[in-house]
C-alpha cells in the first residue's frame, strides 16, 4: 500500500532485521492475503476479478494493522481506544479478532475505488522466498494519522519521492525495483493520481524497467550496483550466481558465472540495454575461480581481472591483475579490492567507499554458510579474512549466492560465531573417540544440524576445522585421521 498525504509525502518503512526476506530494506506497508479476507465486506469492487477481490480487502486490512490507518468510509465513528484494542488483537499470533466481522459491527466496509491499482511484481525466481504482489495507491483519508509499532518494522517516515530517491542514491536506504520504480514514479509526476500509468507499466516509463511477466530482469539494489541473477552449475542450496554490475556511464561486470548459453543470454541482453541507455560495460572481473563464477566470462569479450592466485589456476587469460587495495573508479563513489583469502587462496572482495557496501564473492551467502574446502580453503584464514572485513566497518553484503544482507557487520560477527562453535562440536567429537578418528567418522557427531545427503560437504569444511586445530596444537593428525592433543579437552 502506497500511503500519500496531499502534500506529495509518502509513508516509507523499514523492515525488521530478523525477518528473512528483504530484512533492512525500505519499503512500503504490505503482507499477505488472509483466507478471512473473503469475508471482509467490500464494495464498488464489479471490476474486480475473483483473484484481486481479496487483495484488496487485505490491502485494507494490512495498512490497519501495520499503520494503524482505518482506510473506509465511515472510520471516524471507531474510538481510539478500540482501535488500539482490536489493532492488537490483529497482530496478535495467532490472532485474536477478524478484521472482517470488526467492520460488520460497525456497519463499515472496503470502498475499493479507495485503493487504485499501482502495479503488480513477482519475486525473480533466484531469490529463496517469492511473491506475487499487487500493489495499490491509498489517499491518507481525514483525520487519519499512521503510527507505525515496532515489530515487523523498524520505523517509518513521511517522505518526499525525491528525497527517498536521494537518500537510496547515497547508498543509505536498499530498495527492490518495486520500491524504486514507485518512488520514481510518483517523483516524475505532477500528482500521486498521475503516477498511475506509470505504476502499472514500468516497461512504458521513460527509465524503461526490462520486464517479463511482472518479473523485472535487471534489480540495482543502490545505484551503481546491479544485480543479474543467473542460473549455475553450483552447490545446493543455491541455484543462482548473483552476477553484479557496478558502476553508472562504465560497468564492471563482477563473476558472470553461467557457463549455459541461455543464461548468458540474458546477460548480454541486460548489458545492450543498458549500453543503449549509456552504461557500457569495461571489464569483468572475477572473485575467484570456482566454476559457477568463471563459467561466462570469456564470452562477453571483455578484459579480465583478477588475483594473482586466482589467474593462475585459471585456463584463460587474465588481463589485469588486482592487488590488495587496488581501486575501480567507477559509479558514485567507487570501488577497493580486499584481498580476503579463506574460501580459496585468492579469493577478493570488493568495499564501496562511503556506503560500505561490500561485494562478498563466496565469503559470505546470503542463506547458510559457505564451504572452506582444503587444501585451497584454509579456516584460519577465512577467520582472519572475516576479522579484517568487520575492521572495514562494512554496510549492506551482496553475496554471490542468495539475497542481500543489509547488516553486514552483525552477519560477519554471526559467522565467526558459528564457525568458532562448530570448532567447539569438532573438538567434542574427537573427544568422544578412543583412537584416532577419520573427518567422515566425526561428521554426525560435529554436524548435527547437517542431513545426511549432504554429510560430504560437511566433510570438507570439517577437515578445514581439523587441520586449523592441528595448527593451533590441539590436534594431533594421524596419517588420514586424526585424535585429541593431550590437554586439549573442549570447554564444558
Known sequence: MVLVREDGRLLWVRRGEQLRFSAGFYAFPGGGVDVEDAGVPLRNGESLDAAEAPCVAAAARELFEETGVLAVPGAERVSRAERKEIREALLARPPTASFGDFLKRHGLHVDARQFARAGRWVTPQALPIRFDARFYLVELPAAEEAEIWPGELTMGEW?????????????AALLHPPAWHTLKSLAHARSPRGALPLLTAPEKAPWALP?????????????GLLLVPLRTPTLPPATHTNC???????????????????????LKDTLDRLTAEG???????????????????????????????TAALLDFKVDRVLEDGDRL???PRGWRALHLPGHTRGHLCLIEDGSGAVIAGDLVAGVGTVIIDPPEGDMAEYL???????????????????PVVPGGALKLEQYRAHRLEREGLVLAALAKQTGPASPAQLVPAAYPDVKPALYPY??????????????????????????????SAPEA
Open 279 to 309: 552504461r557500457k560495460p569495461v571489464g569483468v572481473l572475477l572473485t575467484h575461480h570456482h566454476v559457477d563464477h568463471v563459467g561466462g566470462a570469456q564470452v562477453l569479450g571483455l578484459p579480465i581481472a583478477a588475483s594473482a592466485q
Open 329 to 331: 573508479e567507477v559509479g
Open 211 to 223: 520486464m517479463q511477466e511482472h518479473i523485472v530482469q535487471r534489480i540495482e539494489f543502490q545505484r
Open 244 to 266: 553484479f554490475l557496478l558502476g553508472d556511464d562504465k560497468l564492471w561486470v563482477v563473476d558472470p558465472g553461467s557457463p549455459w548459453p541461455e543464461e548468458q543470454a540474458i
Open 384 to 402: 582472519a579474512s572475516l576479522d579484517r572485513l568487520l575492521g572495514e566497518k562494512p554496510g549492506a553484503i551482496f553475496p554471490a549466492h542468495g
Open 159 to 171: 517522505i518526499q519521492p525525491a528525497e527517498a530517491l536521494r537518500r537510496w542514491e547515497s547508498g
Open 458 to 487: 560437511a566433510e570438507r569444511s570439517l577437515l578445514a576445522h581439523l587441520y586449523k586445530l592441528v595448527a593451533d596444537g590441539r590436534a594431533v593428525q594421524v596419517g588420514e585421521s586424526f585424535r585429541l592433543q593431550a590437554g
